[in-house]
T-cell receptor, first 111, second 113 residues
C-alpha cells in the first residue's frame, strides 16, 4: 500500500487567493512529482524533484511553484489563483524513475 | 521526444466481455507500467513489466511486454462494473538529460452492467 498523502482533497477558492497544496510521503522516496490533470484527460507533469533542494519544471508550463526542504514533503503553491488553474493536481513519488505511487489528488476549483 | 501511443482512446463494453488495449512507441522501453485511475482518484499501479516477452497476470488482468520492446498489451477478462476507469501505460524515458516517466494518453473504459 502506497503511503503518500495529499491535502486538501477538495478546495474551492476565490480568484487572487494564495494557496498551498500539501503532499507528503513516508516511503523515503527521493523522487517526487506534481501532475495536473483535467477530468478524463491525460497527465501533465508540471514539477518534479530528485531530492532535497532539487526542483525542476515539467513538460507543462505552470504558474505554480514548489519547494523540497525535506525528503518527505513536496508542497505546491499558487501565489494568485485564477479560474484557469481549476484542475486536479496529483502528487507522486518513486524510488527510482520507474514505478510511481500517487496520492488521491486535490481537486481545485477557483471561482 | 519519446511518446507512447495508447489505443483505443475509449471503450464501452458489456459486463462479462473481455477487454484488450495496447500501447506502442517508436522508441524502445525497458520497463512498461500499467495504471488504473478510478474517477476522482489518483492512478494505481496494476502491473509492471521488466523483460521483453514477459507475460504477467494480476487476477483478471494480464499484461505483456512486447518482444520488440516497443509495445505492450493489457487484457482484462470477464469485465465487471468496477473495472470502469482510465487505464494508462507508462515507461521510463528521457526528457533532455533527465530520466522520468513517459505517459500514454489513457484508455477510458465504461462497463454496462
Amino acid at each position: 500500500e502506497a503511503d503518500i498523502y495529499q491535502t486538501p482533497r477538495y478546495l474551492v477558492i476565490g480568484t487572487g487567493k494564495k494557496i498551498t497544496l500539501e503532499c507528503s510521503q513516508t516511503m523515503g522516496h527521493d523522487k517526487m512529482y506534481w501532475y495536473q490533470q483535467d477530468p478524463g484527460m491525460e497527465l501533465h507533469l508540471i514539477h518534479y524533484s530528485y531530492g532535497v533542494n532539487s526542483t525542476e519544471k515539467g513538460d507543462l508550463s505552470s504558474e505554480s511553484t514548489v519547494s523540497r526542504i525535506r525528503t518527505e514533503h513536496f508542497p505546491l503553491t499558487l501565489e494568485s489563483a485564477r479560474p484557469s488553474h481549476t484542475s486536479q493536481y496529483l502528487c507522486a513519488s518513486s524510488l527510482d524513475s520507474t514505478e510511481a505511487f500517487f496520492g488521491q489528488g486535490t481537486r481545485l476549483t477557483v471561482v | 521526444g519519446q511518446q507512447l501511443n495508447q489505443s483505443p482512446q475509449s471503450m464501452f463494453i458489456q459486463e462479462g466481455e473481455d477487454v484488450s488495449m495496447n500501447c506502442t512507441s517508436s522508441s524502445i522501453f525497458n520497463t512498461w507500467l500499467w495504471y488504473k485511475q478510478d474517477p476522482g482518484e489518483g492512478p494505481v499501479l496494476l502491473i509492471a513489466l521488466y523483460k521483453a516477452g514477459e507475460l504477467t497476470s494480476n487476477g483478471r488482468l494480464t499484461a505483456q511486454f512486447g518482444i520488440t520492446r516497443k509495445d505492450s498489451f493489457l487484457n482484462i477478462s470477464a469485465s465487471i462494473p468496477s473495472d470502469v476507469g482510465i487505464y494508462f501505460c507508462a515507461g521510463p524515458g528521457y526528457a533532455g538529460n533527465n530520466r522520468k516517466l513517459i505517459w500514454g494518453l489513457g484508455t477510458s473504459l465504461a462497463v454496462n452492467p
